[in-house]
């Protein structure tokens, strides 16, 4: 057992680069590069002056909120697969002086993939490359929840639209979003304690980057997206 655990630390050690990858992948600040390239102005400049697909929707049209969302839900894709692809090809046998230890395997890496996700989240709420500040991670989050619990995904996708159909508050949604989908991941104990984290760390952050938003809803002012119009 003590070699057993000596091992996954090793394996464990050897994890790191991949947050930080995930962390770089995240903060690809697509929403300003899709309005610089393709409308020739800074998303940042416009609407609530947030880089995400909620702001993209509504200053840019239908077109460049899509292309923002799945822009944005493709770094958390990436982040945890590279997670994942580390996990999947870590060796299950070791040779120890010409004997073969078969040892149980509980994937010692597999706790890796929803942490990659949170490094993802965070790169993207707080992108070197534009000073630290960034978006609100919903997407990010959504498209690295799709890698960890397909399931939590659409829940993630129902709950939102429960609350911006009838309300058209994105805000609320992603939030309630969030909530729904990180349950799920952490009661479905498939992660361990790292289900728990993502969960927490992932709903504390979009929490705290809509404070404004919170704050808006409280007094009635909050943004509304409109999602079915012509």
């Not at 493709?74 to 994942?84: D, I, P, Q, S, T």
């Not at 994937?107 to 490359?129: F, K, N």
């Not at 984290?197 to 404070?211: G, M, N, Q, S, T």
């Not at 009635?220 to 119009?229: I, S």
Request: glycine share 12%.
């Amino acid at each position: 057992m003590s070699l057993y655990w000596l091992v996954a630390g090793a394996w464990a050690a050897a994890g790191w680069p991949y947050l930080v990858f995930g962390f770089l992948v995240g903060s690809i600040p697509f929403g300003l590069l899709v309005s610089r390239v393709f409308f020739k102005r800074d998303i940042r400049e416009a609407g609530s002056g947030n880089i995400g697909a909620a702001n993209a929707l509504r200053t840019m049209g239908r077109k460049a909120g899509i292309a923002v969302l799945l822009l944005d839900a493709l770094k958390g894709v990436v982040a945890v697969a590279a997670a994942g692809w580390l996990w999947l090809h870590v060796p299950v046998d070791f040779s120890v002086q010409g004997t073969v230890l078969n040892l149980i395997y509980e994937p010692p890496l597999r706790p890796l993939m929803p942490l990659a996700g949170v490094a993802a989240v965070v790169g993207h709420c707080y992108t070197p490359w534009l000073r630290f500040r960034g978006g609100k991670g919903v997407a990010t989050f959504l498209g690295a929840t799709l890698m960890l619990s397909p399931p939590a995904a659409l829940a993630f996708a129902l709950a939102w639209l429960a609350v911006v159909l009838p309300t058209g508050y994105a805000s609320l949604g992603s939030m309630l979003g969030v909530a729904v989908a990180g349950a799920w991941i952490a009661a479905s104990g498939a992660y361990g304690a790292s289900g728990y984290l993502y969960a927490a760390l992932c709903l504390a952050l979009v929490i705290w980057k809509h404070r404004e938003n919170l704050g808006r809803l409280a007094q009635g002012t909050e943004n509304r997206t409109v999602l079915l119009k012509r």
